[in-house]
């Protein structure tokens, strides 16, 4: 039997070898895709209107209840009007005398005297009051229908009614349009005289100007006009 030669052995196949791996360049692996910062993005913008409509809301707030009044004054206005106590103009919540709105005349036998109040800062709230007291003395046939006739054209929604037990004749002529302002008149005629108070203002709503009650404006005017009357 035939052995194969000392020093050669045979090679013994363990099947197919797979060939040994290749040096060049392997392929890069590819990075997960980017997240997108478009939520983060919308995300600040809606933060950013958020935090500026609190800001708007905060500074409309503080303006509508800011303190209309300005600081009390020493004004001395005409005699008359001292016809009107200070119950009264507080429950009008204008104790602030002013006197670049009053004034006083005469001309051929007709006295005219006018006098003007508005708030007082830290006394009278906030909102805003103003009136404005006009007294006519010595006149001769005063046609008073005509004189509320006058106050009926006028902007806005005028309503008239009468009022009974002020003076000779008594009217009040309430003036609302589509602001918060409220204008309300007092008109009395009594002898030779009239009285016409002029009341306007409006309150602080939430954050907004508001309508002031109605009954609670025409009795703070009513007041005026029947202290003033009630002295002439």
């Known amino acids: 039997m035939n052995q194969p030669p000392r ?17 060049g360049w392997q392929p890069y692996p590819q990075r997960p895709p980017k997240k997108s910062k478009a939520p983060l993005i919308a995300a600040v913008v809606v933060g950013l209107f958020v935090i500026g409509g609190l800001v708007a809301g905060l500074v409309t707030y503080l303006d509508v209840h ?16 001292g016809n009107i106590s200070e119950v009264a103009l507080a429950k009008a919540r204008t104790t602030n ?18 006098c003007s109040w508005n708030q007082t800062k830290g006394v009278d709230g906030q909102g805003y009051r103003s009136v404005d007291v006009y007294v006519t003395r010595g006149e001769k046939d005063i046609d008073f229908d005509r004189l509320v006739a006058q106050h009926m054209d006028t902007r806005g929604t005028p309503q008239q009614k009468p009022l009974d037990g002020l003076g000779d004749q008594a009217t009040a002529v309430l ?14 005629r009594k002898g030779d005289a009239t009285v016409k108070v002029d009341y306007a203002g409006w309150d602080a709503g939430f954050i907004s100007h508001t309508k002031p009650n109605v009954a609670d404006f025409e009795a703070a005017a009513k007041g005026l006009a029947e202290e003033m009357v009630a002295k002439i």
């Open 7 to 23: 020093g050669w052995h045979p090679q013994q196949q363990h099947g197919w070898q797979q060939p040994p791996p290749q040096q």
């Open 66 to 81: 800011k303190d209309g009044g300005e600081p009390k004054r020493a004004n001395a206005l005409p005699s008359l009007c």
């Open 97 to 114: 005398p002013n006197t670049l709105g009053s004034h006083e005349s005469e001309m051929s036998g007709t006295k005219s005297t006018t």
């Open 175 to 188: 003036v609302e349009g589509n602001s918060a302002l409220t204008d309300i008149w007092i008109l009395v």
